[in-house]
């Protein structure tokens, strides 16, 4: 699943280019989990004024509303110059006049969402419960002390669920508490604040890093021009279980949290 860092790097990769373009047309192809919530027709003439992100949603804001995007699971976005022909895989394309912005998405778990104004409730669905931006000065520290100790769920899940802080995905959960020491089991609840403080400034380097090695590409992700991720390679446990810790050499481990596989070193991370 592309997660905040693929996210940011697809943002930055087509902003510029699409920043002020006027919309053609828009082409729908299968049905995706949410409709669009409007009539395709009313987009055209609408004038793209920026594209920002909030977690893992893509917000695309035109001079009048705005469009919502998610990748899902295995979502990409491509930005090219002239139209081509719908795969079918294509469910979505905006026709402007700088390029083509399309989804394409292999398991339709996706979305594209339109909302008239940000008060709309789709929009407060959506994002409404969404916790602090780990890369923005909206990143408290003592907010994300205090939340750690609050709950007594593992602490790998409380990164995970998007409440406390947004985007931290599978990936870079098990690196920031790696990079913490923390194992992904331990209750957030018994980590004490100054490895509370190590946690939240690992987030902040795992994630930025990830965004200037251009995210993560493990299947099939790739920016919206074409460029994949090199983060994976320099991964410390993520998908490394059985290989010798790059710190201290112990064979990296790897235990089922949920539906998820979180990866750690039961020596540099012993609690």
Known sequence: MPELPEVEVTRRSFVDAISGARVLMV?????????????PAILADRVVTGVRRRGKYLLLDLDKGM????????????FTPAPEPMGPHDHFDLLTSAGVLRLND????????????????????????????????????DVFVTGLRASRAAVKQVLLNGRLVVGVGNIY???ALFLAGIRPTTMAARIGPERAKKLYEAIRQVLELAV???????????????????????AHVYGREGIPCRVCGTAVRMVRQGQRSSFFCPRCQRA
């Open 106 to 141: 292999p398991r339709r778990f996706g979305a594209v969402v339109y909302a008239a104004s940000p008060s709309e409730p789709v929009v407060q669905r959506l994002l409404g419960k969404l916790g602090m931006e780990p890369l923005s000065d909206d990143f408290h520290q």
């Open 173 to 175: 959960a098990s690196e």
């Open 27 to 39: 082409q729908l192809g299968k049905t995706l989990r949410w409709p669009l919530g409007c009539e």
């Open 212 to 234: 200037q090695r251009g995210g993560s590409t493990l299947r099939n992700f790739s920016s919206a021009d074409g460029s994949v991720g090199h983060f994976q390679s320099e």
């Open 67 to 78: 469009l919502l995007l998610h990748l899902g699971m295995s979502g990409s976005l491509r």
